[in-house]
């Protein structure tokens, strides 16, 4: 499976747009991109995935590049609540396994 | 959404004793379970994938006759860490899967263990 690159951390004021980059250079044709966040001590949360085509749902939209190589998350308006681990993921969907690498430390801030 | 719940969220026990931990999917099938496990300020390790009905396979390292899954209904997943010693301490997470496409899994709450 591809793996993914992401900043170890990030910082965002509240009520601004937080946009998340994420590297997959080795992605295939027909792997997805998914990601998750992690709230501390739960459970991950679902938050959006694509293939090829920007997608967009009410927590966030994902931009992917023409090339497939790199996606951005963004989260519009970042609240305190935003502030957590967020997790690129490229999926097989053949395997269906999802294997978590370091993700991205957001903190939002007043 | 779907939701997926684990139980309990919480638990200590002995070193040596055998500790059982549930997933269910509360309101969808889940074809396939996923288990990770997730020490202090790490990322999540896929444990095993378990499909109902059938044995579960592990990832590489993980011991399975340490960690047994058992997957007897399509809503229902369980982990026994049996033996368990202080270095099994940590946070237990199951996802599950409707293999409808997409690939998308739902994770439960976790679990932490702390053996003592």
């Known amino acids: 499976d591809a793996k993914t690159t992401q900043p170890p951390s990030m910082d965002c004021a509240e009520g601004r747009a937080a946009n998340l980059p994420c590297n997959h250079s080795?992605?295939?044709?027909?792997?997805?991109v998914y990601w998750y966040r992690q709230i501390h001590s739960q459970g991950p949360q679902y938050i959006i995935h694509?293939?090829?085509n920007n997608e967009t749902n009410e927590m966030a939209s994902l931009i992917i590049t023409e090339d497939r190589k790199s996606s951005t998350l963004i989260l519009p308006h970042a609240t305190l609540r935003d502030t957590a681990v967020y997790y690129c993921?490229?999926?097989?969907?053949?395997?269906?396994?999802?294997?978590f690498g370091t993700g991205t430390r957001l903190q939002v801030f007043p | 959404g779907a939701v997926v719940s684990q139980h309990p969220s919480w638990v200590i026990c002995k070193s040596g004793t055998s500790v059982k931990i549930e997933c269910r999917s509360l309101?969808?099938?889940?074809?396939?379970m996923f288990w990770y496990r997730q020490f202090p300020k790490q990322s999540l390790m896929l444990m095993a994938t378990?499909?109902?009905?059938?044995?579960?396979?592990?990832e590489q390292g993980v011991e399975k006759d340490k960690f047994l899954i058992n997957h007897a209904s399509l809503t229902l997943s369980t982990l026994t860490v049996t033996s368990a010693h202080p270095e099994d301490s940590s946070f237990y997470i199951c996802?599950?899967?409707?293999?409808?496409?997409?690939?998308?899994?739902?994770f439960g709450p976790g679990t932490r263990l702390t053996v003592t």
């Open positions: 996802s599950a899967s409707s293999g409808t496409g997409g690939g998308g899994q739902y």
């Open positions: 080795t992605i295939s044709g027909n792997e997805y």
């Open positions: 694509g293939l090829k």
């Open positions: 993921i490229v999926l097989l969907i053949r395997t269906d396994k999802l294997i």
């Open positions: 309101d969808f099938q889940a074809t396939t």
């Open positions: 378990s499909n109902e009905g059938s044995k579960a396979t592990y």
